[in-house]
């Protein structure tokens, strides 16, 4: 069990109560901690742990948990002030080592926008909806058995696209869509939450990735699957 309220459906993007991310797993080999990770159904979701195997001798059930199963939450604010009525996330949480990256992809102000075909509306959130913001890098300390913030981008868009980490280049990749701008996929290093590295797209909706993953080739180029099709960004030219 996990924190899932029945009136806890977004307008927008979701359409359950549950987790709106596939679970995630982290920890391997001699790892000390074998954890499955997701993020729950509140309204302001929480990142949560669950021991993968057996529950460790003498572990005692972390108060406002709904389960012992949970070695431990943590709930996600992206930095948001003040702090909107839904943080709600639709993509599996981003694990690399006992770091995870987790986005919000809901608007502030949903109130006003009035949903009729949630699919619809992930094509047109940032040109014609608000786009969503809010991102946050959490890291689960094997010492005291808890989640631990490291920094939160409230500035950053990600509106439906999978978040990718590459070890290489050291950075969290999202997809989003600002004003000012227009749709690009944003580069945030691991460690620090700094913006290493924007490819710019403009407000046309080809820059748009609704509902598509992140993927770069060998040799770093990305391949962009829009909303459009999947095409091919040259670093090189």
């Known amino acids: 069990a996990y924190d899932a309220?029945?009136?806890?459906?977004?307008?927008?993007?979701?359409?359950?109560?549950?987790?709106?991310?596939?679970?995630?797993?982290?920890?391997?080999?001699?790892?000390?901690?074998?954890?499955?990770?997701?993020?729950?159904?509140?309204?302001?979701m929480k990142l949560v742990a669950f021991w993968r195997d057996q529950i460790p001798e003498g572990f005692v059930q972390k108060p406002g948990t709904a389960s012992r199963r949970i070695a431990g939450q943590i709930r996600v604010t992206c930095g948001l002030t003040p702090q909107p009525e839904w943080i709600q996330s639709e993509q599996s949480v981003?694990?690399?080592?006992y770091g995870a990256f987790v986005v919000n992809n809901i608007p502030g102000d949903v109130a006003t926008m009035g949903a009729v075909n949630k699919i619809l509306d992930v094509a047109v959130m940032g040109p014609i909806l608000d786009a969503p913001s809010g991102v946050e890098r959490f890291r689960w300390d094997t010492e005291s058995k808890e989640w631990k913030s490291v920094w939160a981008r409230p500035d950053v868009s990600s509106t439906s696209m999978v978040p990718v980490n590459s070890r290489s280049s050291?950075?969290?990749?999202?997809?989003?869509?600002?004003?000012?701008?227009?749709?690009?996929?944003?580069?945030?290093?691991?460690?620090?939450g700094e913006t290493v590295h924007r490819t710019v797209f403009g407000k046309k909706n080809f820059g748009n990735g609704a509902y598509a993953i992140l993927q770069y080739l060998p040799n770093g180029d990305l391949l962009f699957n829009s909303l459009?099709?999947?095409y091919r960004v040259r670093y090189d030219q």
Do not use: Q
């Not at 982290?26 to 159904?41: A, C, E, H, Q, R």
């Open 170 to 192: 050291n950075m969290a990749l999202v997809n989003g869509y600002t004003r000012e701008d227009g749709w690009e996929v944003t580069g945030m290093d691991w460690d620090t």
């Open 5 to 44: 309220p029945s009136d806890a459906i977004p307008p927008l993007v979701k359409f359950g109560t549950g987790t709106g991310s596939t679970p995630t797993l982290m920890g391997f080999g001699s790892d000390p901690d074998k954890l499955v990770v997701i993020t729950d159904g509140e309204k302001r």
């Open 228 to 230: 459009v099709g999947p």
């Open 94 to 97: 981003v694990v690399r080592g």
